[in-house]
């Protein structure tokens, strides 16, 4: 082969060399895309649903916190409980250009049109807490095991009271949350499961006859209608017979319960207060654990939630699948969402110390009266 045709040889093989490894680099930068996406500039919006109960702050901040750790920018917006000003907000993400929403849902029926529209834009959605039903616009859920928070407040009222024991009969009453949340078909049921074979063979007696959904929920978890019901049925029911244990499905419907108890007499040497159970570990709650006024919460580190969401984002934007852990608990009503659930813990007098103050949830100062 004369010296020319090497030549040739040579240069052809050197600009194949660096055509594949340019090819390969852009192969490596979208593989990149799997190792870390450059997230400058990368908008996640961060739909809440309200600033008027505790936790949800604390679930808007974390994540605000971690995402923009990560060097993403954030979005967050809380709707006061309004639909129509989270839908608003949502709008607003989409055209801001958001890549992920996260979104806890004030009405889990009321963001199909919404976020169809985030769906046509390409925009991943991320079904924080609250299942969002009827779209299948929704892609990842991530929550605390629903179903096992009622189950935990349930087993709490089996065990005070001493039902396996056959104990009783026990008089008992319901306050559950609202029926535009999801979640409450599973906290209820959750409950029901563990309480419903005592009130099937009268260990548990319900005065009020309310045991059903509909007739035990409390509109927007809201406190003061959760008194109302409960000033109601206590002054129809118990004029003369006392309450032994009130179900609660969270802790603002419990604080409701617990003012309506102690307008009728109760937290005194003659009437103590019933079990009272609660959820989310929310500070005036806790310090009403320590008070002996209520007997249990259930314990969602909304720091975890937040951990286990960024997560998904930072999978869904280096075109990785998040990790999830149930694929058919979740049925929205037009698909089964993956979901990543966590574990809920209940807290109590016995083990607040080392659930909320040495893991850093909360300071002792804070949970003190
Ligand atoms: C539920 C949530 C509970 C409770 C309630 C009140 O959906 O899972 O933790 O906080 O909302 O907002």
Same mark, same amino acid.
């Given at each position: 082969m004369s010296l020319k045709k090497i030549l040739v040889f040579c240069l052809v093989l050197m600009v194949t060399v660096v055509m594949t490894g340019c090819g390969g680099s852009q192969q490596s930068s979208s593989d990149s895309g799997s =190792? *870390? =996406?450059? /997230? /400058? #500039?990368v908008k996640i919006g961060v739909s809440m649903p309200t600033k008027s109960l505790q936790r949800w702050n604390q679930d808007g901040a974390n994540m605000e916190k971690k995402l923009k750790d990560k060097g993403y920018d954030v979005d967050l917006q809380f709707a006061e409980n309004k639909v129509e000003a989270q839908v608003s907000q949502i709008e607003n993400m989409i055209t801001k250009g958001c890549k992920v929403i996260i979104v806890g849902a004030i009405? #889990? @029926? *009321?963001l199909s049109s919404v976020l169809d529209e985030a769906k046509s834009a390409g925009i991943k959605v991320i079904s924080y807490d609250r299942l969002i039903m009827n779209t299948d616009a929704v892609n990842y859920y991530a929550t605390f095991d629903n179903y096992g928070v009622g189950k935990i407040q349930g087993q709490y009222i089996e065990k005070q009271l001493g039902l396996t024991e056959g104990k009783g009969p026990f008089n008992l009453e319901i306050a559950t949350g609202p029926l535009d949340d999801n979640n409450v078909v599973f906290f209820f049921k959750g409950a029901m499961d563990v309480l419903q074979p005592y009130i099937d063979k009268g260990q548990l007696i319900v005065k009020s006859g309310q045991v059903t959904r509909e007739q035990c929920a409390t509109p927007n978890w809201d406190e003061a209608k959760a008194q109302e019901r409960m000033d109601n049925v206590l002054t129809t029911n118990y004029t003369s017979a006392k309450v032994d244990a009130v179900l609660c499905s969270n802790d603002s419907v419990s604080l409701g319960v617990q003012s309506a108890l102690k307008s009728a @007499?109760?937290?005194?040497?003659?009437k103590p207060m019933p079990v009272v159970t609660g959820q989310d570990a929310n500070l005036p709650n806790v310090k009403a654990i320590l008070a002996g006024e209520q007997s249990m919460s259930v314990f969602k580190d909304t720091r975890a939630l937040a951990d286990q969401v960024v997560k998904m984002v930072d999978a869904l934007m280096n075109n990785q699948e998040p990790e999830v852990n149930d694929t058919k608990s979740y049925n929205n009503g037009a698909k089964v969402v993956p979901a990543y659930l966590l574990q809920p813990q209940f807290v109590d007098k016995t083990n607040y110390k080392q659930l909320l103050i040495d893991s850093g949830y909360y300071k002792e100062a804070d949970v003190q009266k």
């Open positions: =190792a *870390s =996406a450059d /997230k /400058k #500039g009405d #889990g @029926g *009321s @007499g109760y937290n005194t040497s003659e």
